[in-house]
C-alpha cells in the first residue's frame, strides 16, 4: 500500500480550471445571447433602434 496523496492544484489550475471555468463561461454565453434576444424582441416591439438611445 501507498501513502500518496493527491496532488495539490496551482492557483492556475484552481483559476482557469476546466471545472469551474467551463460552467461559468457557459452561463456567461448563454446571457450575452438571452440579452441580444432581448434586444432585438425590444426593437421589434418599439419599431425603433436601440443604438441611438445608447451612444
Known sequence: MSDQQPQAKSAMEETFGMDTW????TWNGRLAMLGFIVAIAIEVAAGQSLLPKIW
Open 22 to 25: 467551463v460552467d461559468g463561461e
